[in-house]
C-alpha cells in the first residue's frame, strides 16, 4: 500500500501562482513513477503531468506545458507540482497518483497504469 496526502489548493487570483505538495508514505514509493490529475465540475479526470521514479522524465499535458513544474525530493517521497500562470481553467480539484513502474525513466500519463491515489485538492483560479 502506498498513501498519498495531497496539500497546497486553495483560492488565486488569474496569474497568480500555486505549489502542491503530494507526501507518499507506505511502500518503497521509490519505485513508483508520480503523476498529477485534475478534474473540474462536470467533467472527466484528465491528466497534468507525471514524473519517473528517477525524478527525471517529466511529463505535461500540452495545456499546462510551459506553466506547471512537476518535481521530487531526494527522496522520492514528496512530489511537488509548481503551479504558474494560473488561468481560470485551471480550477479543478488536483489529485496525486502513483503508479508501480520497472523501468526509472518511466512517466505514465494514462491514469490506467495508476494504482494509488490521493483524496485531492481543490484549485480555485478567479478572474
Known amino acids: 500500500q502506498v498513501q498519498l496526502v495531497e496539500s497546497g489548493g486553495g483560492l488565486v487570483q488569474a496569474g497568480g501562482s500555486l505549489r502542491l505538495s503530494c507526501a507518499a508514505s507506505g511502500r518503497t514509493v521509490s519505485n513508483y513513477a508520480m503523476g498529477w490529475f485534475r478534474q473540474a465540475p462536470g467533467k472527466e479526470r484528465e491528466f497534468v503531468a507525471a514524473i519517473s521514479r528517477g525524478g527525471y522524465s517529466p511529463v505535461y499535458d500540452d495545456s499546462v506545458k510551459g506553466r506547471f513544474t512537476i518535481s521530487r525530493d531526494n527522496t522520492g517521497n514528496t512530489v511537488y507540482l509548481q503551479m504558474n500562470s494560473l488561468k481560470p481553467e485551471d480550477t479543478a480539484a488536483y489529485s496525486c497518483?502513483?503508479?508501480?513502474?520497472?523501468?526509472?525513466?518511466?512517466?505514465?500519463?494514462?491514469?490506467?497504469?495508476?494504482?494509488?491515489w490521493g483524496q485531492g485538492t481543490q484549485v480555485t483560479v478567479s478572474s
Open positions: 497518483a502513483a503508479s508501480y513502474v520497472v523501468r526509472a525513466t518511466t512517466a505514465p500519463a494514462s491514469e490506467e497504469n495508476y494504482t494509488y
